[in-house]
């Protein structure tokens, strides 16, 4: 089975510019997480969906920040304007309810990193 | 809240050697799962152990074991026989039943030397 896949791979861009990563989950899995990595901060949790709906996004940044999950096998995560500060490298996480309620890896994605200028 | 600590300096460890990483949790909850992930320079993230409070005996898998002391809310990661492809952050991390967010450490560095 293809693991968790998240594009682009690494984006640089312009201050103002919006940026878009996206992400397919494990097939089957209800669960999908966007983290979000900096050396200062390490890894932080910005938003999760259950089924397609977004439960928790209390550590979404700000009202620029956005995420999405239009259908089972598909999200967003979005940053509209976007500023030097969220440089960072962006994961997407999957995991199955089936795994249990405290047990049960998540399954992370390679990563995008973001690089704004 | 739950939190993760992960304090130790960057390590080195010679080739064959054994590394201990250790980490310290709180939580009040007495279900919980927690959960060791390496990041080599590549960058992704590699799941290697879980272990659940309820469970009896430490986890292993392979060359990694989980010193687990309940009472004094540790969950070391043991590395036995070290190889190159060790060399990599590695990340503690704790779920509370009830609530899905893995919470993570800042991680430990280890740089392991031929």
Redesign the interface.
């Known amino acids: 089975d293809a693991g968790v896949i998240q594009s682009p791979r690494h984006e640089v861009t312009e201050m103002g510019q919006e940026v878009t990563l996206r992400c397919k989950p494990i097939s089957g899995h209800d669960?999908l997480?966007w983290y979000r990595q900096t050396m200062m901060r390490?890894?932080e949790?910005l938003i999760?969906f259950?089924n397609n709906v977004p439960?928790?996004d209390s550590g979404m940044p700000e009202d620029r920040f956005s995420a999405k999950m239009p259908n089972a096998s598909f999200s967003t995560l979005k940053i509209q304007p976007s500023e030097p500060r969220d440089s960072a490298?962006y994961?997407c996480?999957s995991r199955s309810l089936a795994s249990?309620?405290?047990?049960?890896?998540?399954?992370?994605g390679?990563?995008s990193?973001l690089t704004v200028l | 809240a739950q939190k993760i600590t992960q304090t130790q300096p960057g390590m080195f460890v010679q080739e064959k050697e054994a590394v201990t990483l250790d980490c310290t949790y709180d939580t009040s909850d007495p279900s919980y799962g927690l959960f060791w992930y390496k990041q080599p320079s590549s960058g992704e993230m590699i799941f290697l152990i879980y272990q659940g409070s309820y469970d009896q005996q430490n986890a292993t898998e392979g060359r990694y074991s989980l010193n687990f002391q309940k009472a004094r809310k540790s969950a070391n990661l043991v590395i036995s026989a070290s190889q190159l492809g060790d060399s990599a952050m590695y990340f503690c991390a704790m779920r509370v039943s009830g609530n899905n967010r893995l919470a993570f450490g800042k991680g430990n560095q280890v740089v392991v030397i031929p």
């Open positions: 669960y997480f390490g890894l949790l999760y259950n439960i928790d490298v994961f996480a249990g309620s405290f047990t049960g890896e998540l399954f992370f390679e990563g990193r």
